[in-house]
Structures are given as C-alpha cells and as structure tokens.
C-alpha cells in the first residue's frame, strides 16, 4: 500500500447553513446570481450530449478580447483553486513564499507537493512588499492574494511594480490571485503588464456570486499559460461553467450596478463598526467584545447569523464577515454593537 501523505486541512467560508441564517461567512457578491444565469444553463442544456470544449475557446475569447490579450495568454480552470494544484505541477519549486495569514490553499497545496513553505511576517497585520522581495530567490514561487483574505488588505501598483521588478531580476515567478480585485476601488490593471514573472489569478465566483459554478482563469505571458495547458487535465470545465463565464462577460451592467451598492453598504459598515478594508470583507478584532473568535461565532449564530472564525488563519481573536444587503447588514451592526458593549 503507498503510503499517505499527510497536508494540512483547510476550512472555508460557505458553509451549508439551514433556517433563518445570514450567511457573512463566504465573501460573495450578495445580488448573485445574477438573473442570467438561468438562460446560460438552459443554453447549456444543449450541449449535455457533446464533451465540453476542452480549451473554453468562447470562453477565452472573450476574456482576451476585454483585457486586451491574446487568447494564447488565457487559461481558463475549474475555478482558482485548480489552477493553484496545476502551478506546482508545471513549475514544481522548492520553495513557495506565502504571506503569515492567507488564502490556505497555497500552503495546503505546498505540502502536498512536498515543497517548502517561506511564511512572511505581518507586521499590524499588514503584507510588506518589502518582506518577500528580502526573502525572495531564483525560482521561486511567492503566492500573494490581492486584496489579502483574510485582512482585506489591497497592495497598490507601486508595491505591485516593486515585487514584479524583484520577480524579473531573480527569475521568480509572482502568483498574485485577485479574486477578489473587482471589489477593490481604483485597482490597479496589472493585466496589461506583459512579464514572464508574473501570473494572475481571477475568478467568477466572487464578482457574480455563483460559487455553485466553478469557473476561473489564469493571464500571463503565453509561454507560462503554456506550461499550465500542458498539466491542464482535459474537460475540466463544463458546458454550464463555460456558458455562465461568457453571459458574465456580456452583462457586466450586473456586476457593476451591485458593485455600486456592495460599496454603498460597505461605507456604512466601516461607520458603524469603525473597521476598515480594501475589499468586500471585513476582518473584525473580537478583543473589542473581550472574547474569542470562537465565542464571538457561536453569539452571532444565536441571532441567526454566520461569520467565518480566523482562527485557521492563526487569528483566534478575530472573524471574517462580508458586507451583504442593506437588511442583512442591520441585523449583523445590531448583534456586534451588543457584544461590544457586552449586553
């Protein structure tokens, strides 16, 4: 019998939940799915006789044709975290350089791999492009999430441009996953950099609030999108996937008319509770209600509402939770302001 090899365990926000719960744990677009998504899969539903264009050409197209690139610099995957697995399959490092508190899944994958695992330190919680580039070495791969998840923290274009000038001059290979970019206002457009030391990650999931569908693409220069297709296995997006990426790209009025107001309540929000971050998501420090992340999970629940515990993350003193509807985030303001002032 081969013997099993042994990786941390991840958990993650979105969970299934029954009843009356607001579910704050997962990090999604709150007006999703979008109306279209029912047209997409009944066109969808054509197709089921037929294998699915293994190479998402539509798909690819039209991605390329909005971002300006050639389709030869688009891969597209069965959501972001299969690309992670295919990274360290095309490129196998040594060493993987990962910020203190992150997405786990590029931890998770390392040890599967047998890589070794570079954790930059988080001053006030806070990345420093200054830290990996210390640290950084010919081939490695540094997996950097943008805006962060947990802290919601966003590093702005000059500290993006230093980390791809470092990557370039010690032939590295910068992985920035932004899956949650189209919630950052004023993001920097790092997809119009052409570099082989650079990759980027994207996603539906968040942007259109369709996790049920597992959809995500990759941009880079065509010889390390090149490097991904030769691991890519074949199929790995399905006809309903494919269909609901391309109705995505053809309505983005969807996304930014809820942009608009995911920001709008997001305002309120860092008013009320006095918290601050880049993103669609809050990272809350439950020292302000004198209690773990875990007590403070389990109080929220008894009013009907899920938020994700950090503790995963290496924070037990705090917890996740997303800006959702104006309703939704009353009800989330009300039941922290009581545990803060501890009645």
């Not at 929220?300 to 800006?323: K, N, W």
């Amino acid at each position: 019998m081969l013997p099993r090899r042994v990786a941390i365990k991840c958990e993650h926000g979105g969970a299934s939940v029954s009843g009356d719960i607001f579910d704050f744990s997962a990090n999604l677009n709150p007006y999703g799915p979008p109306p279209f998504s029912s047209s997409a899969i009944e066109d969808a539903m054509k197709d089921l006789g037929i294998y699915p264009d293994s190479d998402a050409t539509a798909l690819r197209e039209r991605i390329a044709e909005k971002l300006k690139r050639d389709t030869d610099e688009i891969i597209v995957s069965a959501g972001i975290s299969e690309l992670i697995y295919l990274i360290f399959i095309a490129f196998s490092p040594e060493k993987v350089v990962i910020p203190q508190h992150t997405y786990c899944e590029y931890e998770r994958a390392a040890r599967i791999f047998g890589v070794r695992v570079e954790k930059i330190r988080m001053p006030a919680l806070k990345i420093r492009a200054e830290e990996i580039i210390h640290v950084m070495r010919n081939r490695d791969i540094i997996f950097l999430c943008n805006p962060n998840n947990p802290t919601g923290q966003y590093l702005s274009g000059d500290e993006m441009k230093m980390l791809i000038e470092a990557a370039e001059e010690r032939d590295a290979l910068l992985v920035v996953d932004e899956a949650y970019v189209d919630f950052a206002m004023n993001a920097a457009h790092l997809h119009t950099v052409q570099s082989h030391n650079l990759l980027l990650l994207r996603s539906f999931t968040k942007s259109y609030g369709v996790p049920g569908v597992r959809i995500g693409f990759a941009i880079g220069t065509e010889d390390v999108i090149g490097e991904l297709n030769a691991v890519k296995p074949p199929w790995n997006v399905d006809v309903f996937a494919q269909k609901i990426g391309i109705a995505s790209l053809m309505n983005e009025d969807f996304l930014h008319e809820s942009l608009r107001k995911v920001w709008q309540q997001k305002r309120r929000i860092e008013d009320e509770l006095d918290v601050r971050s880049d993103a669609n998501f809050f990272l809350f420090d439950t020292s302000r209600c004198d209690m773990r992340a875990r007590d403070v999970k389990e109080a929220l629940l008894s009013h009907g509402i899920l938020v994700r515990d950090c503790t995963s993350f290496g924070l037990p003193f705090h917890i996740r939770f997303c800006v959702r509807r104006e309703n939704e985030n009353d009800r989330l303001i009300s039941a922290l302001l009581r545990l803060m002032n501890h009645e």
